[in-house]
């Protein structure tokens, strides 16, 4: 038990009583109502007891202090018997607990760690359902980025945004934060003149409703979700439509560009609809934030959140949005029970989105984009130290752990190495009416690995042991590494990149290779295969024939870049410099300070660089950049 007791007299020992019986490990199995029926490791609540069902929050952000403060209403469902509820909060001042009616009620913090926060205890009311709890979050608080308007694009308005997955949500909402108890939401978010909020909910009135120089704009999602869907941007923000269901949010400055950028959105809709089902979620919108956002995008419901690097001005990228909108499918329709079974959203959404961009730009396309996905799996199994290490299984074990380790290549890249396997197997027809089917039967609920099995044994073998021993899912799921009966991915389009490698590997200058027409995939492959030593004059000749250095695709500079530090190829340095200190995307960010600081002459200049960019990155990314490189202090 720690500090932080606000407690009607006499109640303190009752509290005592239900705290010290906190450990997750003790909960029974069972829970009801589509709950998962798993434990989850990395949350404090115990949903057979009583369950958060909706959220409805009114916040106020406070820029000056970076602090959002309001009320979170909790709607509870308990069992008999049952006389509190236990929340997951993580780095929040809770100012007090009460009924709807004003009535206060008894709460405690119970003590926690650095990664899960802490549970926070409320004793119920006899007879009412909602509990109000008022409270303030930290300006540190790991979900939120307070942007200053330098930070932005029109250097006017400063910016906010969360980022929830995985555990992170509880640092700005007190809920059970955990993906197998699904939640609705509703909020009014009230937000100076110039300033928009966007949610990952319906916008129930488009204009705001002003009141005392602020305009509370509300927000509805009527299908559960958990909670690390939760989503709040807050900027000066435009829209443009782009189809009739969809459409972009972003700075006023880059909204015409973005667009255009992602006008095949209702293309990839109406792809995925016919694949597996109707998409459920209503308006399927885009939301660009600034350059600090750390991830490439995030499936936030309705409102997909983006990182302005995609934006290459050529569509190339936009196999991301391909990748964000399957979840509206995998993940958010159906959702990993555990962290330890990311891999069941993630897996499965690679092998989505590559069926959609080959539905979209054919199978030479989709091809390339699942031999560099195998590439990029190899490799993070050598990061990780082989692959008999235990992290590359599918199914982790990731209690006392940050669930952020599990989110590598091997969820995503051996998740939809898995499906392509069974794709083989099985003919992809029978996958896609079980996958359409799979959908249908867990919509808005949880999923882990030994469900998934079953559900495979049931509707996809159903009986037939040759077809599942040809696929051998268990050792797909729980044993380490790539199982030999991975099919191969070799894209028809790599092999006359592969020439062209091999005609400069014997002394071809770069202007005489044949690389008209290429692609992204193509550039990206190309760059991969170049020999891992190359001496200054070769990549002088690289860089002036093709522009590396220049470039505005994020994906081919990244692919440059590594290729600049790996050899000490100085003059791409002040590109270098220029990509870490103008984004945080962690794809792009953590590898490069890892090779800097793996060399004996980088690591000083990737410190010196990272002090001066973790200012500017999403704590997502410093934490990660952290682990290998501790920050300067007072950097
Ligand atoms: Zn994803």
Redesign the pocket.
Known sequence: MSSHLILPAGAALLLMAMLTSCDPGDRAAGAAGGDSVLPDPHSFARPQEARVRHVSLDLTPDFASHQLSGTASLTIERAAGADSVILDVRDLAIRRVTTPGGEQLAFALGEGDSIRGQPLVIRLPERADTVVIEYQTSPSAAAVQWLSPLQTLGKRQPFLFTQGQAILTRTWVPTQDSPGIRQTYDAVIHVPAGLRAVMSAELVDPDGETAGGLTAYRFRLDQPVPPYLFALAVGDLAFREIGPRSGVWAEPALVDSAAREFGEVEQMIAAAERLYGPYRWGRYDLLVLPPSFPFG?M?NPRLTFATPTVLAGDRSLVSLVA??LA?SWS?NLVTNATWDDFWI??GF??YLEGRIMEELRGKDYADMLRQLGRQSLLATFQELGGPQSPDTRLHLDLAGRDPDLGMNDVA?EKGAAFLQTIEAAVGRERLDIFLRGYFDRHAFQPMDSERLLQELNQHLFAGDEQLESRVRPREWVFEPGLPDNAPPERAAAFEKVDRQVAAFREGARPGDLQTRGWSTHEWLHFLRALPDTLDHDRLQALDQTFGFSETGNSEILFQWLRSAIRNHYEPAFPALERFLTSQGRRKFVAPLYQDLAATDWGRDLARRIYARARPGYHSVTAATVDRFLQPQPGG
């Open positions: 995008g499936e990748h964000e979840h993940g959203n993630e959404t690679v995503y």
